[in-house]
C-alpha cells in the first residue's frame, strides 16, 4: 500500500503541503552499530552453542550444558538480524503529511495508527541531518511530546514550511 493509494482526511477547504515517508535504507539501518554488536554476538553464540551440543552428544555432557547460551543466541537474534527485519517492516508502513493546518502521521493501516497533530501547537523543530539530502526532523509541539519524522529525502521542502509556521506563530515584537 502506497501512500497515494489512499486519501489523507483533509477538512473542507484543507490543502496539502508536502507528503513523505522514511528513505528505506536510512529507516532500516539507522541504529546499525546495535546490529553489527548484535550479529557478532550472534556469530559467537552460536559458536558456543554448537559447541556445548557436541559435548552434549559426544561426550555425555549433561544437558543443561545446552541451556546456557540458547538465551544469549536467541538475544543477539533479536538483537541483530531480527532488528533489521523489524525495521525493514515498520517502514513499510510508515508515512507523513503536512496540510496547511495539521500535520498527519500514519503507520500502518489501522485507523488508531493514525495520529493528526494541529500546526497551531507547533512551537519549534531540529533536525539531525545525515548527509546533504537525508535528515530526521523532530518537531515540538506546545503541550504533546515532540514527534519525529525519520529518515526523509529531500527535508528542506518540509523544513520550509515549518520554518514559515513557526514563524507566523511569533509575536510581531519577538523577531530578531
Known amino acids: 500500500m502506497s501512500g497515494r493509494e489512499w486519501q489523507w482526511p483533509l477538512e473542507k477547504g484543507e490543502n496539502l503541503l508536502w507528503q513523505g515517508r522514511p528513505a528505506p535504507r536510512c529507516f532500516t539501518f539507522k541504529n546499525w552499530k546495535l546490529a553489527g554488536i548484535g550479529i557478532v554476538l550472534f ?8 559447541l556445548s551440543i557436541q559435548l552434549v552428544r559426544s ?3 549433561s544437558w543443561w550444558l545446552v541451556m546456557i547460551p540458547l538465551p544469549l543466541v536467541v538475544l543477539s537474534l533479536c538483537l541483530g538480524p531480527g532488528q533489521l527485519f523489524w ?12 496540510s496547511d493546518q495539521r500535520l498527519f502521521v500514519r503507520i500502518g493501516s489501522r485507523e488508531e495508527n493514525f495520529l493528526s497533530y494541529p500546526l497551531a501547537a ?5 533536525q539531525k541531518r545525515f548527509g546533504s539530502q537525508l535528515a530526521s526532523v523532530q ?9 519525529v519524522l525519520d529518515c526523509l529525502e529531500q527535508p528542506q521542502i518540509l523544513l520550509n ?4 509556521i513557526v514563524r507566523q506563530q ?6 530578531v
Open 43 to 50: 556469530l559467537a553464540s552460536s559458536f558456543w552453542l554448537m
Open 59 to 61: 561426550d555425555n555432557h
Open 87 to 98: 525495521a525493514r517492516w515498520r517502514w513499510e508502513q510508515i508515512y507523513y503529511a503536512l
Open 122 to 126: 507547533i512551537r519549534d523543530w531540529k
Open 139 to 147: 518537531i515540538h509541539f506546545a503541550a504533546q511530546k515532540p514527534v
Open 161 to 164: 514550511h515549518l520554518d514559515s
Open 170 to 175: 511569533e509575536p510581531a515584537g519577538e523577531s
